[in-house]
């Protein structure tokens, strides 16, 4: 008889349960030889017996050990660990060593500068005092809420359905949602065939240059601009026409003069919190960018990443809701809504432009999660996603009040700023210092920050977005505390 | 005295929690005007009475309704519904009406010839009776375990730490697991710098096409070869140079003569189960693979989608696993071991490859979903992957001996295949009869499945993937006989 009982550990209190501690502890114990091949194994009664387990958790083990493969029962013989063991082990290669070690640069060349880094690089670590970007305070989310729903999906026999290849424009459950959802919040009289379920705006953006631009063709964006957008557009090859952002949002005017001297394919602009300056376009502007495109036929991206928030006015209506031509690729995102890392987005277009963006779209990623799609879909429709944008709107304006107050307060004449009408930053820029010394001064004290250099294009403007939604007031006064030391 | 009791019903059989109800039917009202602005309402506890639900709970609707804006609390005075009410609304555009009807079309022009469709169009929905390409049985998946670790990473403070933006490259955690994983079965010595974590096998591919190729570059495939990779490298401006596939893989002198006569950027191949020809590459192959690459400089795509499936040989070890020089791109995927729709693969690479390709990645969705590569990361570490891949090749091992011995059986002349080693479909050539007609047949009896069209390239091939893995032993009963009567 083998002390199996020696052989097998039980921890109560582990997550692990316990038929699966059992099954675990057998095969590491065969693969050791412990447990040699061929061995007759005691039966389930017995071997519960010698562990003090129930019956059933030890009949769940062997039951696991028969589905893997490691043990046999023999009809009036017994149980036994297999003579041929199920490790899928792989073929060596005849007088040929795998290697040691692995090799540290490719022997073919690559593009290093065209694919160069962009954006931020070092992410911290959880704990620290971040003024970000402008990014959503990730302790707020309904996390809850989306685990419920995702275990709903998976419960529901639904898991069969939505886990089998499907439509690269999403899973049609989302897409149906959003177009209500987006027709009652934004007035896009729009279906579910104008909708295509990106991974955040980012993709959306992506997707667009890659399917408008050839090298050589002509995109226009804001001075400043978004720098993802940016390096997107230049990587598909086109030539960034700077436009100057003034307080109304993009010089319309420069638009429309540039139209006349060149073939115009593209047009980015961000309606509500441009990135980075904060302001929106106003309504004349809108309309006069919506009467160019149709004259000069170009596409635009609305990129509209920032629509839920705003504490002191309302968003204006979209273009993409005022086209009629079909000029407008509106897009939008959930990241600033739930979480960032939840990579949910969407693309509003006729659906000529969605079938044909489907398509590159596959070649890119097949198509994306569908469970968490189908999820997400649930936490519109049972009012998680409108309850939590309401809850963290009235969060957000508090601190947004709170946040400028300390920056009139604590720093002074050293910066200029705007107070942002909502969105989850302030453009500040800093005067007669460098923000590159203050941010490094600011990084030995404890407070991490950006020092403004990714908001740079070929003018320097010594500015920085400063995050304040993921500040709970008591980390703002510590952030801006420290913040005016540096100066 | 307001009728509140009539306008709140509350349903205890609903799976949206009592507090909730409650709050969502006084917003309801409110909106609706039934419950007017400045109203005074009842205290907590007594219309915690006149609604007969717990007290807490009631103080919990309060609590939402306060959190969202809707009521405030007047100290000494009452719960009264707000006068501004929170509601976001958008501002019209003076003389300007939103769109009645959505555009069609687009105003600009589109390619989309470039990006025409390509793959399988249609979904079936559960419940049909499908022989496809050769995917998973999703009906098996270790779903209950995916989402007790999605719950876990939620919970553990965690889903503060993995839902800000983090790296391009995916999960610290996941990419460290997976670099022991690959160590330990595939002899890759590396460390989580040689992994970005893709959207299933198709990123990886899509992401080393367009980091390496430009317009005009030469690329190697087989003949026939994996469709979606072609039109990827077609996509990036690539000349497919085809090589014949035999029974022994790709034919590597064809290759080394095509690279006499051109510089050849990059050569892909599938070593194990070639789709759609299910052939393995032999070791003697994958040495002078390797040799051509290192003489030629050019890289080579692993795509060795269908490692962890096999059923009576074992894997030959990959070239990345033999490659001194850095030659090899090395790409694998989750979606045929946990579900198509859990879009998550990966790619092994020399650093500088790594971090190249993650710049590029960048622009296309910034990073992945880290919450979801976090609990992959769980699958692994406690077992369930590796428990999961025994369970179903076991399966699926059963499931092609049956397969094939039906084909044989009832299919006879009509058809000519071999029986795969590992994988989950059989190559299968209709002789005789056009496969169209029979697909089409197939398909008035209540059987799907593919006319092979998106096999074929230059060459017509007549044939199809038949997978066998997503039918248990009836399905696949049910689906030849129909089959068999559609010669």
Not at 33 to 51: M, Q, T, V
Not at 96 to 120: C, N
Not at 337 to 361: C, D, K, Q, Y
Not at 395 to 411: N, S, W
Request: glycine share 6%.
């Amino acid at each position: 008889m083998i002390a199996i009982k020696e052989l097998i550990t039980i921890d109560k209190t582990s997550d692990t349960a316990i038929y699966l501690q059992v099954s675990n502890a057998i095969i590491h114990n065969i693969r050791r030889g412990s447990l040699r091949r061929g061995l007759k194994l005691p039966g389930s009664r017995e071997l519960a017996g010698i562990l003090q387990v129930h019956r059933k958790t030890m009949l769940a083990a062997y039951g696991e050990l028969l589905a893997q493969g490691w043990i046999e029962m023999i009809p009036r013989k017994g149980t036994f660990v297999v003579k041929d063991l199920p490790e899928i082990k792989p073929t060596r290669i005849k007088n040929v060593e795998p290697l040691a070690k692995y090799p540290v640069k490719t022997i073919f060349s690559i593009d290093e500068k065209r694919f160069a880094p962009f954006g931020p690089s070092n992410f911290p670590p959880p704990g620290k005092l971040v003024i970000n970007d402008g990014f959503p305070d990730v302790r707020l989310a309904p996390s809850e809420f989306y685990i419920r729903e995702l275990r709903s999906v998976a419960k529901q026999g639904a898991f069969k359905k939505y886990n089998m290849y499907g439509s690269a424009k999403g899973a049609l459950y989302l897409r149906e949602t959003l177009s209500s959802f987006l027709s009652d919040t934004r007035g896009l009289p729009i279906s579910a065939e104008n909708i295509l379920i990106t991974k955040g705006a980012q993709m959306g953006i992506y997707l667009a240059a890659h399917l408008l631009i050839k090298p050589g063709d002509n995109v226009i964006v804001g001075e400043p601009s978004y720098f993802a957008a940016n390096i997107t557009f230049q990587q598909a090859g086109a030539i960034l026409n700077r436009v100057p952002v003034d307080e109304y949002g993009i010089d319309v005017d420069k638009i429309e003069a540039i139209c006349k001297k060149k073939k115009i394919r593209l047009l980015y602009v961000i309606p509500h919190h441009h990135h980075p300056t904060t302001v929106t376009l106003i309504p004349e502007r809108r309309i006069r960018l919506l009467e160019l495109a149709a004259n000069y036929k170009f596409a635009i991206i609305e990129d509209d990443y920032d629509y839920d928030f705003h504490y002191t006015s309302n968003p204006v209506l979209p273009m993409a809701s005022l086209d009629n031509h079909g000029n407008v690729i509106y897009i939008g995102t959930l990241s600033k809504t739930l979480v960032p890392a939840t990579r949910v987005g969407f693309m509003v277009a006729p659906e000529n432009f969605i079938n044909t963006v489907s398509h590159l779209r596959r070649t890119i990623d097949w198509q994306g999660d569908s469970m968490m799609e189908v999820a997400i879909a649930g936490l519109y429709r049972n009012g998680t996603i409108e309850r939590h944008i309401k809850k963290v709107v009235k969060l957000y304006h508090e601190r947004r009040d709170h946040f400028c107050a300390l920056l009139k307060e604590k720093m002074g004449s050293h910066i200029s700023f705007k107070i942002p009408d909502g969105g989850m930053s302030v453009w500040t820029k800093f005067n007669k210092v460098d923000l590159k010394l203050v941010a490094e001064r600011a990084a030995k004290k404890g407070l991490l920050m950006s020092d403004g250099r990714i908001y740079n294009t070929n003018a320097e403007y010594n500015a920085s977005r400063l995050g304040f939604a993921s500040l709970n007031l008591k980390e703002q006064d510590k952030a801006i505390e420290i913040l005016s030391t540096c100066m």
